[in-house]
C-alpha cells in the first residue's frame, strides 16, 4: 500500500503539463483593470493615500482614538490591505498596525482596482508559456 502511494505521488507531477512564466511588463494599477488571457498578475504591494493613523497626544487623560484601514477591489469585492489602530489616553497609550502578506497573484479574468486608502496597487504581469 505504501509503495503505490509513493509511486502515484512521485508520477502524479509527470501527468500534469508543465508551464513557465515569461515576464511581460510591470504596471501600476489605479482604475479597474482586467488581467488579459493567457496573462497572471503578480501584486507586490501598494501606494497609500495616507498615513498611518498616529500615536495618541499625549497629555489628554480622555483619550484619543484613531483608525485608518487601506482596500483594494479584486473581482469587485473590497479586500483589506491595511489596517492600524491607536488610542488611549496620558497613562495608558496602545496601538497596532496589520499589513497584507504580499505577493499576491491574480489570474486571467480578475479585474483589480485602487479602493479606499489607496492610489495604486504595483504589478508584474507575466506570460503563461505551455
Not at 488581467?35 to 498578475?41: F, G
Request: with cysteine.
Amino acid at each position: 500500500m505504501k509503495i503505490n502511494l509513493l509511486c502515484l505521488l512521485l508520477l502524479f507531477p509527470l501527468v500534469l503539463p508543465a508551464q513557465t512564466l515569461a515576464f511581460s511588463q510591470v504596471k501600476t494599477v489605479t482604475q479597474v483593470e482586467t488581467v488579459p488571457a493567457n496573462k497572471v498578475w503578480k501584486l507586490n504591494g501598494c501606494f497609500y493615500s495616507n498615513l498611518l493613523a498616529g500615536v495618541v497626544s499625549s497629555g489628554s487623560s480622555s483619550g484619543t482614538y484613531s483608525n485608518s484601514d487601506a482596500y483594494i477591489l479584486v473581482n469587485n469585492q473590497s479586500v483589506a490591505v491595511r489596517s492600524s489602530r491607536s488610542g488611549g489616553g496620558y497613562y495608558h497609550a496602545a496601538g497596532f498596525v496589520w499589513e497584507s502578506a504580499w505577493p499576491l497573484w491574480l489570474q486571467a479574468g480578475s479585474t483589480l482596482a485602487a479602493s479606499s486608502g489607496v492610489l495604486s496597487v504595483s504589478v508584474i504581469e507575466f506570460t503563461i508559456v505551455p
